[in-house]
């Protein structure tokens, strides 16, 4: 049976393709229903207030990184979104004068410069490796701050960034957020084109995606202006460089954080449903998390909010 247009970007695939009755499920779920989504592989954790919310975020990085020693040297893969954790890593740090220096991290994407061809420089307003170096590791004491080598940023030719993956740096943890159209990193729906025109790709074909330069969802464009730009969407690039299923699968846990932020109250239920029922589909790209051995979702409670209907 053909799927269904989106209802956002006709041109591309989303969760607007997906049926109605798991769309309907899903905004039906209470606060308590999502915490019955749990089962084993997949464990939903609730924070009662934005500070423990975060700290708990920031704590990952530490726990992750006091497990490296230099003969087995452990990273963390983070996000942007959300960076309130940041700066807590290095108070953290600092405070307890960790010697964390074996430790390793992934920058999970980069913006991409369809003009030069190129990442965009680390002096680029939107730069996520400029987020990362100012609002965490340049933060370090420099007795602690890791070798620059160990700080691995995508960039618009992949090959050495995914050689790292294969380094023999074990990956303990990939951190994320969820944006609106339901990635993880940029890991976007498809186009509706070519061989993809009736049928978004299968999820045996997504999973063997590794790093790379991808188009931005019309959504996932407007998201990022609106959390980071001020609404100003020509700003905003419309190719990024992320990170791939191929690399997330060799984190041992992926972790990802909702603060009421990023995605609404309705996408943060649809992607636990899905995962929790072990339904992948690559429309709703988060769901291939389902296959994963080792997933675990945190909201922050006042962050969930409700499907009701208000007009505002």
Known sequence: MPRKLSAIAPDWWDYTTID?????????????????????????????????????????????WKQSTADNPVGICGPIGPTEQ????????????????SGHFWGMDEWFDEATGLEVPASHPLSFEKADREMCFSRFEKRLRFPDAHLHFPKADTAAYRRTWESGVRCAVMQGGQGDV??????????????NREQPPSVAEYRKLATRVV???????????????????????KKAITVGPVETWKAEQVSIWHAGAHD????????????????????????LLAQHPNVQFNYYRGGIGSCAVEMH
Request: a neutral charge; proline letters at 7%; charged letters at 25%.
């Open 215 to 237: 188009d931005l969802h019309p959504l996932t464009i407007a998201q990022n202006a609106r959390t980071s730009g001020g609404g100003n969407i020509s700003m905003v690039p």
């Open 86 to 101: 940041l700066p807590l890593v290095a108070r953290i740090i600092n405070a307890l004068g960790l010697d964390l220096r």
């Open 264 to 287: 609404n109250p309705f996408g943060q239920r649809l992607t636990a449903l899905m995962i929790s029922k072990g339904i992948a589909d690559t429309s709703v790209p988060m769901s």
């Open 182 to 195: 339901k990635h993880w990193a940029f890991n976007d729906p498809l186009p509706r084109k070519g061989r």
């Open 20 to 64: 109605s009755e798991l769309v309907e499920e899903a905004a039906r779920l209470t606060p308590r229903d999502l915490l019955r989504l749990s089962r084993p592989g997949f464990r939903v954790v609730f924070y009662d207030t934005l500070e423990d919310f975060y700290l708990a975020e920031a704590l990952e990085y530490i726990e992750a």
